[in-house]
């Protein structure tokens, strides 16, 4: 069963990367997906900071490359904000 994050994160992910499967944004990575470039970096931490309304600092964008790091930063994020 996917927690609220996880599906609210494949939501995000289904943005921007239209032509992936939801199946497949589990074991997502900066190299498994071709479309999943530094444009597309950018583009989904302005998507995620809009989704979840949080701010990631630029020091923090070289982490997430894969979608297991991402939901891991925003579980401690939205930990770190409770």
Do not use: H, K, N
């Amino acid at each position: 069963m996917s927690s609220p994050l996880q599906t609210q994160l494949e939501e995000v992910f289904s943005v921007v990367f239209p032509d992936v499967s939801t199946s497949e944004f589990a074991g997502a990575a900066m190299g498994s997906l071709p479309a999943w470039d530094s444009l597309a970096t950018l583009t989904l931490a302005a998507v995620i900071e809009e989704s979840f309304g949080v701010q990631i600092a630029p020091d923090d964008l070289p982490a997430l490359v894969s979608f297991s790091a991402i939901q891991q930063y925003l579980a401690g994020q939205t930990r770190a904000a409770a």
